[in-house]
């Protein structure tokens, strides 16, 4: 049983919920997110409130809590938003935005070009890049591609970390 799926999910003014047939539709201030629902659980809509009903099936227990946390996602990402900071670290790292294009130059030969997907934009100040956007599931995986250009090294901490990670160093040769 989830407790996440039972807790019914209030719906802040400004936001309008629209379920149509297996196609859940979240529009709010930020945009307008969508995601397709199966048919292992009900949406039920109704007095301001969102309620996640699973169905007699084995797949609606596995469903029924993440269905639920991707509505509160939806609804937190239509309305405030969502925020990824990745520091760049090492010696002439650098990064810019170029159009729709994110490139960064990370001690290749060449610099590296990433496509900026919609509903994100993409800020860089000095050595951080700051991704926003609404929907959190887009988010994360552009920056996850960010990240995997250059992932931080152990000996030196060279390389494309989020804000706020730790990496464990390791102590290197000794001389004898």
Same mark, same amino acid.
């Given at each position: 049983m989830s407790r996440l799926g039972k807790i019914p999910v209030a719906i802040p003014?400004?936001?309008e919920i629209t379920m149509a047939d297996t196609l859940l539709t979240v529009k709010g201030p930020k945009g307008t997110l969508t995601r397709?629902?199966?048919k292992d659980v009900n949406v039920l809509i109704e007095n301001g409130m969102v309620t996640i009903v699973p169905q007699e099936t084995p797949m609606a227990k596995a469903l029924w809590g993440t269905y639920a946390a991707h509505l509160r996602n939806?609804?937190?990402g239509v309305t405030e938003g969502f925020t990824r900071i990745l520091d760049l670290e090492g010696v002439g790292y650098r990064a810019e935005v170029k159009g729709t294009d994110l490139v960064l130059s990370v001690g290749f030969s060449h610099p590296v070009p990433l496509t900026v997907p919609a509903g994100i934009t993409a800020v860089v100040e000095k050595s951080a890049i700051?991704?926003?956007?609404s929907d959190k599931d887009a988010?994360? *995986?552009f920056a996850a591609n960010v990240r995997k250009v250059r992932k931080p090294e152990p000996y030196k901490g060279k390389g494309i970390r989020?804000?706020?990670e730790f990496i464990i160093?390791? *102590?290197g040769k000794k001389a004898v």
């Open positions: 003014n400004g936001v397709e629902i199966k939806m609804i937190k700051t991704l926003t956007g988010l994360g *995986q989020y804000r706020g160093r390791k *102590q």
